[in-house]
Nanobody, 119 residues
Framework: QVELVESGGGSVQAGGSLRLSCTAS????????KGWFRQAPGKEREMVAT????????FYLGSVKGRFDISQDNAKNTLYLQMTHLKPEDSAMYYC????????????WGQGTQVTVSS
């Protein structure tokens, strides 16, 4: 089982930026998909950004397109989420996830990092 550890969350004002990091405990963990999800209090978890097969395909939640960017540094076993022009509605617990099968199901999750955006 690969452990995923997020960092980089915090509190910022609207319009600010944060970069989240997610480090896997295993080199070349063989993940077929990696991504960021978020969950705000009282709301369902939603996909924010995902990358498949080495980052060649990426997908974004509509409301974050053009503001968020998902990237990977394979040498550091780290997945990033660069978030810019943050809005109060981006406030949530952000989770890193990875999938290791051909069905691209996210079956390994980090513990989350809190992002709070104030107006």
């Amino acid at each position: 089982q690969v452990e995923l550890v997020e960092s980089g969350g915090g509190s910022v004002q609207a319009g600010g930026s944060l970069r989240l990091s997610c480090t896997a405990s295993k080199n070349n963990d063989g993940a077929t998909c990696k991504g960021w999800f978020r969950q705000a209090p009282g709301k369902e978890r939603e996909m924010v950004a995902t990358a498949y097969t080495g980052g060649r395909s990426t997908f974004y939640l509509g409301s974050v397109k053009g503001r968020f960017d998902i990237s990977q540094d394979n040498a550091k076993n780290t997945l990033y989420l660069q978030m810019t022009h943050l809005k109060p509605e981006d406030s949530a617990m952000y989770y890193c996830a990875a999938g290791y099968g051909s069905n691209f199901v996210f079956n390994s999750w980090g513990q989350g990092t809190q992002v709070t955006v104030s107006s």
